[in-house]
């Protein structure tokens, strides 16, 4: 408590001139994620107020310093005038021959009474040391001290990624997000130096990218039926009934978005999921599955049988499809990769369809895994001939890998093992330490999803499996497959916190790593995130409820929380507990008799943190017989 009063005395002091207090009561005025290499805070602050002057260099391109102007005008007010006149000004400096560890990447800021001066090797870097800057801002400056000046502690920072590739996916295809939602994203990505946006551009429910000799990708692929409600319980189309629900970015919308995240330094991977996950482009071209039957877009209905949403990759018409969709994708996307998908393929129909046991006999296949990676290495060199690098799911190894694929392992971290051993580069994105779309906290709590990954997997988890060589990991990714997130405001909720947390994993050094000190400073970017609407899941502060077996085939509970020092309260007695109801001390629950239900809550300092949880017996008796990651 006092310490919470003390930080709260601290913040407010930050914003005057002068006090040496506020480094006595609270030692880190700094609050960065992803936490930088070195730090050294110093006294002082340097006074943001009207008349603050920026000088950039010449080669510092425009949009980066107009987009910098125009964020701190809105995090302060306060609009920076060019000039370089005045008594205080903030300077952005390009290196001639820079620090080597800066690398294409990397910056320093420092921060003295009279200049924030940002240094670095490239413009990227400067990016991310304006970045930091704007972290560096008291939280709340412009709403909590209108007009007056705002004070950013003097300090020596330096700063570079830990790896070159720092991505987030996002599925539009199992729900559209418009232009200016990916664009909302790609700010919130770039707050936390993320460099790669994987869009995942077709799947079973939609395809999203124009493509121009291909019209009925988006006339037909895009669209289907309106449902809502609960994912994979949903009624499929009915008869004549119309599709209206969908969309897709045409060319020119797509290079809007390449270009709003190159301003932004970040590359936009876009991927066409294939041979599988391909029922939206069977449904727009009659004939390109085994079956050659006709279907319309999935609306997010689970198929009673097999689902019949893999190519026929024995049929030659399907190379020329692809030859000209990749033909557009190549002259659009800057991006030297293109992700082919490539995941979860069922080879059952390759089996007995007589164009792939023909492709098969001529190609001297002996089995579907060969038959798999026969069109993979196709498509790499297909790929190589419009000038691109292939890169897909790890499935992509079964039955040999393309010569020069990377990879990118989701099922775990076996596949990239195996192609970082067999001189392919990686990028790690493992389903339990990375999969946005997972419960993140007590699933009672959460909107219905499936599996678990929390804040402190992902925070906890290393790209670099021991054994294998750092230079292989080309670096990682958070994936928001979207399913169940049918609105924006909802993939907000899903990506952070665990975004921040994945954002540290991939840009800070692995010894900088403190779960309780991330906390700490996440909590001090919520108060930032609040500011902005941006929306992010408190669930790390519920109890976790963990059920374990007892020796009568009956039940107890174990309740835990994430973050530390946090209270449990509880009660079976259907009613809302607080602070007065029995405190967990650590012993495992039991139900007592006829009790149903068994509710919680997490206070810090005597205040709630946490949401009230209710669990059903019946649904932690599940959970004893599944175990811990199903849910
Ligand atoms: C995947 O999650 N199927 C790549
Ligand atoms: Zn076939």
Known sequence: MQKTVFRILALVLSLFPGHDLVRAADSTRIHLI???????????SFLLEPGVTIVAGKNIPVPTVNWFITRMASETGITLQGGGGGKRRIS???????????????????????????????????????????ELLPAGA?????????????????????????????????????????EKYIDEMARYKYNTLHLHLSDDQGWRLEIKSLPELTSVGAWRVARTGRWAEFMPALANEPATDGGFYTQDDMREIIRYAQDRYITILPEIDVPAHSLALIASYRGLSCTQLPYSVNAGYRNPTRDDNVLCIGNDSVYMMLDKIFTEMAALFPCEYIHIGGDEAYKGFW????????????????????????????????????????????????G?????????????????????????????????????????????????????????????????????????ILGGQGNLW??????????????????????????SP????????????????FVRMDKDDIKYSRSAYNAILIPKREADRNFSVVLSTEVKGL????????????????????????????ATDLTVITYRDGHPVGQIVTAKKEDLARRVNEGHHVY
């Open 482 to 507: 979207t399913e169940r997130v049918p609105n924006y405001r909802h993939a907000e909720y899903m990506t952070w916190p665990r975004g921040l947390a994945l954002a540290e994993v991939y840009w």
């Open 142 to 182: 412009g709403t909590m001290v209108q007009k007056a000046k705002i004070a950013v502690p003097c300090a020596e920072i330096k700063d570079y990624p830990r790896f070159g590739w720092r991505g987030l996916m996002l599925d539009v295809s199992r729900h559209f997000f418009t232009k200016a939602e990916v």
């Open 510 to 525: 692995k010894s900088a790593r403190n779960w309780d000190d991330f906390i700490y400073r996440m909590e001090k970017e």
């Open 92 to 134: 952005l400096q390009i290196l001639a021959s820079g620090d080597q560890d800066l690398g294409k990447e990397g910056y320093t800021v420092s921060v003295k009474p009279s200049e924030i001066r940002i240094s670095a090797t490239n413009a990227a870097g400067i990016f991310y040391g304006m970045q930091t800057v704007l």
């Open 400 to 472: 040999g890998l393309a010569p020069e694929a990377t990879v990118m392992s989701w099922r775990g971290m076996k596949g990239g093992v195996t192609a970082a051993r067999a001189g392919h580069e990686v990028v790690m994105s493992p389903w339990d330490f990375c999969y946005l779309d997972l419960y993140q906290g007590e699933p009672s709590a959460e909107p219905p999803t499936y599996g678990m990954c929390r804040l402190k997997d992902s925070y906890t988890y290393d790209p670099v499996p021991d054994s294998v060589d750092e230079k292989y």
């Open 567 to 594: 209270d449990i309260y509880y009660t079976f007695d259907n009613t809302n507990p607080d602070a007065f109801y029995p405190k967990y001390t650590g012993q495992p629950l039991k139900f007592p008799v006829g």
């Open 34 to 44: 992803p936490q930088p290499v070195s730090v050294t805070e110093k006294t002082g």
């Open 351 to 398: 089996t007995t369809c007589p164009k792939c046991q023909r492709r098969m006999t001529e190609e001297h296949l002996t089995n579907v895994d060969e038959l798999q990676s026969y069109f993979v290495k196709r498509m790499e060199k297909m790929l190589k001939t419009k000038g691109k690098k292939l890169i897909g799911w790890d499935e992509i190894l079964e």
